[in-house]
Structures are given as C-alpha cells and as structure tokens.
Nanobody, 130 residues
C-alpha cells in the first residue's frame, strides 16, 4: 500500500527556514510526478511546488519563487521542500502528493491540478509567527 510520511513542520519566526521531507514506503517514488500543496485555515488547498519524476523540471507558485525549492532524492525515496525567508502567509498544513508521470511541469495549472494527484500524505503543519 502506498504511504507517505511527512516531517519537518513546526513553529518558526518570520524570516526563518524549514525543510519538509516526504518519505515514501510501499512503492518507489521515481515513477511519479510529485508536488507540495498547502492549506491555510479557512482557505482552499493550493499548489506550492511541483517536480518531474526525474527531478529535471520544477515549478513554483509566484508567492514562493525565490524562497522555496522543491527537490527529490529518488535513491532515498524522498521529496523535500526547502523553505527560506518564511512569512506569516506561509502558515498552513503542507501536504506532499504523487501524480502520474508526464504531467507538463511548465504549465502551472496542470502541475497543480488536484485531480491529477492520486496519493497524498497526512500533512505537516507549519506556523510562521513571532
């Protein structure tokens, strides 16, 4: 059975950094397009970053460009989200998710279409506050 374990969330002050991890078990990640989504209280889930199965292509939401980086280590079966210069607006529960290969990462609406993502982690909370 496909299963993700997410970790790395927590409380951080504005301007701080966190690294989220999403480790897969029961299957190998290297087949899948992967993405991070987040959901703030009272808001819809939104895409943050996505990465192709090989790791060669990435895309990020405009609100996090220059601050967040998605990466993957297929040998470790893990996807990461490196978050720098965090802002209070980054607060939310962060989810990793897996989709079929072949999604066009360069098209933001396609790479963050919730309907494409069949497998989801349980979420890890991030709170940015002083």
């Amino acid at each position: 059975q496909l299963h993700f374990v997410e970790s790395g969330g927590g409380l951080v002050e504005p301007g701080g950094s966190l690294r989220l991890s999403c480790a897969a078990s029961g299957f190998t990640l290297d087949y899948y397009t992967m993405a991070w989504f987040r959901q703030a209280p009272g808001k819809e889930r939104e895409g943050v970053s996505c990465i192709s199965s090989s790791g060669g292509s990435t895309n990020n939401a405009d609100s996090v460009k220059g601050r967040f980086t998605i990466s993957r280590d297929n040998a470790k079966n893990t996807v990461y989200l490196h978050m720098n210069s965090l802002k209070p607006d980054d607060t939310g529960v962060y989810y990793c998710a897996a989709a079929r290969p072949g999604i066009r990462i360069e098209f933001w609406d396609e790479c963050t279409d919730l309907r494409e993502y069949s497998y989801w982690g349980q979420g890890t909370p991030v709170t940015v506050s002083s």
